[in-house]
């Protein structure tokens, strides 16, 4: 039987221990990845708490229910305002979580939950001008990605 030699013995060790190394790099850069999204999702859900928050801070409390309710009464200027306002900060949540999903930093399935809630929005005739406005700050995917809104729902 051949003796195998100390040297080819080291470099053995030597190349297990550089790929031992590499998966556990790997293994932590998967750690830090799923970390990094749940701090995204964390800071999306505050954002959205701070919107829905917002609708209490009133002189005359709404619910958020009632927002997205389609009977929305916007003939009061305050709660137009505040819908308005809610509504364009919805549109920085969305754009961002464009962003996310274009990356791939969102689950399929979670993303297509965001877009019902957008479409949503955008069909909303009592924000239209909002919506138009917000959007044409943000990406052309997204608009095009949401096309126009049914024109006949708003007469």
Known sequence: MKKINLDTWI????????????IFVG????QTQQVALAAQQ???????????????E????????DFVSENFDVSDEKNKALGENAAYQLWMVYEND???????????EIWLSKLAAMRYLFNRC???AVNERALTFSSAKLT??????D???CD
């Open 42 to 56: 964390q800071q999306r859900a505050s954002a959205l708490l701070d919107i829905i928050g917002s609708f209490s």
């Open 144 to 149: 095009m990605l949401l096309g126009r809104p």
């Open 11 to 22: 470099q053995l060790i030597g190349m297990l221990s550089v790929v031992a190394g590499l």
């Open 126 to 128: 009592e924000f239209q």
């Open 27 to 30: 293994i932590e850069m998967r």
């Open 151 to 153: 024109d006949n729902k």
């Open 58 to 65: 009133t002189d005359s409390p709404i619910s958020w229910l």
């Open 98 to 108: 464009h962003l996310q999903y274009e990356l791939g930093l969102m689950d399929e």
